[in-house]
C-alpha cells in the first residue's frame, strides 16, 4: 500500500513530496506524505470509499477535494464529520469510516484554545480575488488577514498547470501555480497577513463591530478565533455543479476542478480510462491535463452543438487524439461500489436524449464540468441579500461596483460574486481593497486612483465575447442595489 497511485514523473510538474507519515485506517496502517490531506493519502494508497450516503446507503467518494461538498466526511481521533481532503494527514492519526452519520463522542476529548483579533479588513479566501485585497489594502496602509480553510494559500490557482492569457497586470503568461507563488510572495513583502486551515464558520455583528468566529486546525486540537473587524471582504470562490443520472453517486464521478486537486497539487493519479462530460474551459483543460499525468482519455462529451469554452483549448485536444463529440450526454454511469463504465447517447435540438444511439464506453473515471456556482453561503448568514442572476451562475449576493453588499462593510469579490475568470477576481479584490482604504481614509488619493483604474481594466476585460455576459449579470446586479439602497433611505 501506499504508493500505486502517485505521479512520480510529470511534464510540468515537480512533486516535493515531504516526510512520510504513518496513520490508522480502520485499524490499518497507511503511509502518507506530510503537507497532503488524509484523503488524499488514502485515495493514494487505493482507498476509494470514503464513507455511505445517509438517505440510501450509497458508497460515497472524493468529489470537489476543496472543502466544498460533504463526500469526505470521516471520524478523525473520534471526532465526526472532518472533511478529511482539507484536514492535513499527521503521524498517528486515527481515521474511521463513520457510517451513515457522524456520531460525537460520549467524552470529548478535544483541546480547543481561544483567541481574539481585531483588523481592519478581514479577507475570507485566499484565491486569487483575496490575495489581491490583501495586497491592495496592505500596501494602502491598512491592517489586514486573510484566512483560507485549504492547507495550501491560493484558491483554483495552484491546480492550474498552463499559461493564463490576459494582461500583464494580472501575470498572463505564468502557470496558474505560479501565479498563485508571485501573489503570495507580494503579499509577504508588502507585510500582509494569513492564516491556512481556518474555515470562517459564523458571523456576528457585536458592539457596532462585524465579528467572525473562525476555527483554525492545529498540531494538537483547535483554535476558535473571534476575529473582529471594520470590513470584512468575502472571496469564498465557488463550488462545482452536480448532474443528475443514474449511478452518479458511485467513486469515480468525480469534479473536475477536484481531480485538477488530486492529480496538480498533490501527484495522485485518479483513474486510467476517464470520460469527461462538458466542454467548457474546465473540461476542456482537465482534458490536457490528465493526458499530462498519463490518464487515458476515452471522449469529452458536450450536450450543445458547440464547445463552450477557448477553441485553442479544444483544438490542443483534438490534436491530442481525444474525441469531443457534441450533441451528447451521459445516460448513465456503471458500476457497484466504484465506476466501471458509462454509457452515452446523443441529444436532440432540445437536448433530449435520441433512443438508438446509446453508446457504451470503457472507463473507472467520469469527470463532470458543467459549470459552477458561487459559494455565498457565509454572506447569507451575515444576511446579505441575494439575487438570482442567470449570467453569472446563479445565486450571487448582491453588490454594487465597489463589490460593497447590501450590508455596510461587507464586501463580496471573485467568483463568490458571480462566476468569471481570474483575471476578473483579480480586479474586483484591488476594487474592494481601494474602496476599503479610500472610506476610511488611507491614503483616499492613490486609493481612488488604483479603485478607477481597476474599473478600467475590467470594463475593457468585459468587452471580449466571453464576458460580455458577465458585464450584463453585474449591471442587473448593480441596478438591484440602488433599488435596495433607495429603499432603505
Ligand atoms: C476547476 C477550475 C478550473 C479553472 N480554470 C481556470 C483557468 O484556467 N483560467 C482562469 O482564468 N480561470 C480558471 N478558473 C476560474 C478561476 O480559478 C476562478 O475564477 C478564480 O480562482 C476565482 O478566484 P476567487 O479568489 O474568487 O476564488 P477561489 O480561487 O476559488 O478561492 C476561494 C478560496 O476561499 C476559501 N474559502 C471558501 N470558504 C471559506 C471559509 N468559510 N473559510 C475560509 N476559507 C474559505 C477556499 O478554500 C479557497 O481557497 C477555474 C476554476 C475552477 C474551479
Ligand atoms: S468536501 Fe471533501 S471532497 Fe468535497
Not at 449579470?473 to 435596495?484: S, T
Request: glycine share 12%.
Amino acid at each position: 500500500m501506499g504508493t500505486i497511485q502517485r505521479i512520480w514523473r510529470h511534464p510540468i510538474l515537480d512533486f516535493k513530496r515531504g516526510r512520510s507519515v504513518r496513520f490508522q485506517f480502520e485499524g490499518k496502517r497507511i503511509e502518507g506524505y506530510e503537507n497532503e490531506s488524509i484523503a488524499v493519502a488514502l485515495f493514494a494508497s487505493g482507498v476509494k470509499v470514503f464513507g455511505r450516503s445517509r438517505r440510501f446507503n450509497h458508497p460515497m467518494g472524493w468529489f470537489c477535494g476543496i472543502g466544498k461538498c460533504s463526500s469526505c466526511l470521516m471520524r478523525v481521533n473520534g471526532i465526526p464529520n472532518v472533511r478529511t481532503c482539507i484536514t492535513p494527514v499527521r503521524e498517528g492519526m486515527r481515521v474511521e469510516l463513520q457510517g451513515r452519520k457522524g456520531v460525537l463522542p460520549d467524552e470529548p476529548n478535544i483541546k480547543v484554545k481561544k483567541k481574539e483579533e481585531y483588523v481592519r479588513v478581514l479577507i475570507i479566501g485566499s484565491g486569487p480575488a483575496g490575495l489581491e485585497t490583501g495586497i491592495t489594502s496592505t500596501k494602502l496602509g491598512l491592517d489586514t488577514l486573510i484566512i483560507d480553510e485549504n492547507p495550501i494559500p491560493g484558491g483554483q490557482l495552484i491546480k492550474q498547470t498552463h499559461k493564463f492569457f490576459g494582461s500583464k497586470k494580472e501575470y498572463a503568461g505564468l502557470r496558474g501555480f505560479e501565479i498563485a507563488k508571485t501573489m503570495l510572495e507580494g503579499l509577504r513583502k508588502c507585510g500582509g497577513r494569513y492564516l491556512t486551515e481556518t474555515s470562517a464558520i459564523g458571523y456576528y455583528w457585536k458592539n457596532k463591530k462585524h465579528k467572525f468566529l473562525a476555527v483554525q486546525k492545529q498540531e494538537d486540537g483547535y483554535q476558535l478565533l473571534e476575529i473582529k473587524a471594520d470590513n470584512i471582504v468575502v472571496t469564498s470562490g465557488a463550488s462545482e455543479n452536480y448532474l443528475p443520472f443514474p449511478r452518479n453517486y458511485l467513486p469515480g464521478v468525480y469534479g473536475a476542478g477536484g481531480v485538477q486537486t488530486l492529480m496538480n497539487v498533490y501527484g495522485v493519479k485518479p483513474g486510467n480510462k476517464a470520460l469527461i462530460v462538458g466542454a467548457g474551459n474546465v473540461g476542456l483543460i482537465i482534458g490536457y491535463q490528465l493526458l499530462q499525468a498519463g490518464v487515458e482519455v476515452k471522449a469529452l462529451i458536450e450536450a450543445m452543438p458547440h464547445v463552450g469554452g477557448y477553441l485553442v483549448h479544444a483544438s490542443k485536444l483534438a490534436r491530442l487524439g481525444v474525441p469531443i463529440l457534441l450533441r451528447h450526454t451521459i445516460k448513465e454511469a456503471k458500476g457497484e461500489e466504484y465506476v466501471n463504465g458509462a454509457t452515452i447517447i446523443e441529444v436532440d435540438e432540445n437536448k433530449q436524449p435520441i433512443e438508438g444511439t446509446e453508446r457504451k464506453l470503457d472507463v473507472d473515471l467520469i469527470l463532470i464540468a458543467v459549470g459552477l456556482s458561487a459559494s455565498t453561503k457565509i454572506l447569507s448568514q451575515a444576511g446579505c441579500e441575494k439575487m438570482f442572476v442567470q449570467e453569472l451562475g446563479g445565486w450571487i449576493p448582491i453588490h454594487n461596483e465597489n463589490m460593497e453588499t447590501t450590508i455596510d462593510g461587507i464586501y463580496v469579490a471573485g467568483d463568490g460574486s458571480g462566476i468569471a475568470e481570474a483575471s476578473t477576481a483579480m480586479l474586483e479584490g484591488r476594487i474592494a481593497g481601494a474602496a476599503i482604504a479610500e472610506r476610511e481614509g488611507y491614503n483616499p488619493e492613490d486609493a481612488r486612483r488604483i479603485r478607477e483604474d481597476a474599473f478600467s481594466e475590467l470594463s475593457k476585460l468585459r468587452q471580449s465575447s466571453s464576458l460580455k455576459i458577465v458585464a450584463e449579470g453585474k449591471r442587473k446586479c448593480q441596478q438591484r442595489w440602488n433599488e435596495v439602497k433607495s429603499h432603505e433611505k
